[in-house]
């Protein structure tokens, strides 16, 4: 089935551009280059060793280098799954609100500048670290809060011309909670809660076609295929819009978009069991982007179901060889294991072939266990 991977918040730590007096992502923070270029290569140790030579030497100048630092330190530890340290890294920040994170506290640092100066991302971790440490209605209080917060920016810049990059950022922002709520809920069997929020969303005229075929994935899990097809086909519409040029305001590439649609008819042939057909709109996705994680795993397990163990192993191995810091994902190698189990007596010899290869090319968050070894 199409994996929902959680929803993650863009790792650029400014809430807003900050002025053209910056010249260079160094210019916001402290070395904030290579701390992009870590987060990128999932070398997540490696960021709080930075971070903590950073404070041990007094780098850090401004608070904006505090937060932006702060921010990369509990992001590194929530990928690491050390939650609990990410709390208290959380804690020392207090209130998100303070005026002591605004920049028109520093006018001397910050001339000509206000707002809150507080990463997006740190605010969107401040909701979820409390759901991974099983406090779940405390983070969906908080995202919901988050959410209010989002509209309220939306609602500041809709209108001004000169806002229209920021607001899309922000729409983009709304989005990115609400499919963390909807997970949230999702994750619970909550159906009816979705799909009102979905319904609410697409009456106020948003129409994001992963936010349709979300709704279409949740209307097939509550046994509604006419209603699922029905929004499988909304998202094949804004494509037909995004190439005629009648909708400018799509989030996804071209690429992106068509393996979307390719993907949803894929998912309704599953549920009719036509495998064959399925694995015809995979490969479509995959010739069109060899790094659609979802289109490799699914294309695998339908020829699975098609009792072609053989193939569908190749595909996944052919997708680590080639892709292996993208198509190493945990779904993609614990499915791999298991066909492993199925197609070979020592099968526990090439699954820790495959872990000691893991060990080498994964990012730092990677779960070895998956493997079953």
Not at 9 to 23: A, K, M, Q, V
Not at 153 to 163: A, F, Y
Not at 187 to 201: D, Y
């Amino acid at each position: 089935m199409d994996s929902d991977p959680d929803a993650k918040p863009e790792l650029i730590p400014t809430t807003d551009p900050l002025s053209n007096r910056f010249g260079s992502l160094n210019d916001l923070a402290h070395d904030l280059s290579s701390l992009q270029d870590l987060a990128n290569r999932g070398s997540w140790r490696t960021i709080l060793e930075n971070v903590s030579r950073a404070r041990s030497q007094s780098l850090l100048t401004t608070p904006h280098d505090h937060l932006t630092y702060l921010a990369y330190s509990v992001l590194a530890l929530a990928k690491l799954r050390r939650f609990k340290e990410a709390l208290a890294e959380l804690d020392i920040v207090e209130d998100l609100d303070s005026h002591h994170y605004r920049y028109e506290t520093y006018p001397k640092i910050y001339p000509n500048r206000s707002g809150s100066m507080v990463p997006f991302s740190l605010r969107w971790l401040n909701a979820l670290i409390p759901i991974k440490l099983g406090n779940r209605q405390q983070g969906l209080d908080r995202f919901y809060l988050l959410l209010d917060y989002v509209r309220g920016k939306i609602k500041e810049r809709q209108g001004l011309e000169e806002s229209s990059i920021s607001l899309r950022v922000w729409k983009k922002r709304e989005l990115l909670v609400m499919n963390s709520i909807i997970s949230q809920h999702l994750s619970s069997k909550e159906h009816g809660v979705c799909l009102n929020l979905i319904a609410e969303l697409i009456s106020g005229g948003v129409l994001d076609p992963v936010l349709v075929s979300k709704l279409g994935y949740i209307q097939m899990q509550v046994g509604d295929l006419d209603g699922a097809k029905e929004s499988f086909d909304k998202v094949e519409k804004l494509l037909t819009e995004w190439k005629s040029g009648e909708d400018d305001g799509c989030l996804l590439s071209e690429v992106e978009l068509r393996n979307l649609v390719s993907r949803n008819k894929a998912l309704v042939y599953l549920v009719g069991k036509d495998y064959v057909s399925a694995v015809r709109e995979y490969e479509e996705c995959i010739e069109r982007d060899h790094k659609d994680v979802v289109a490799i795993n699914n294309k695998a397990i339908c020829l699975m179901y098609l009792r072609d163990l053989s193939d569908s192993i190749k595909v996944l191995e052919n997708s680590l060889e080639r892709v292996p810091t993208v198509a190493l994902n945990e779904t993609l190698v614990v499915n791999l294991c298991s066909m492993y189990e199925l197609a070979y007596v020592n099968h526990s010899d090439i699954k820790r072939t495959l872990n000691n290869w893991i060990s080498r090319v994964a990012p730092d968050d990677f779960d070895s266990s998956c493997t079953r070894i």
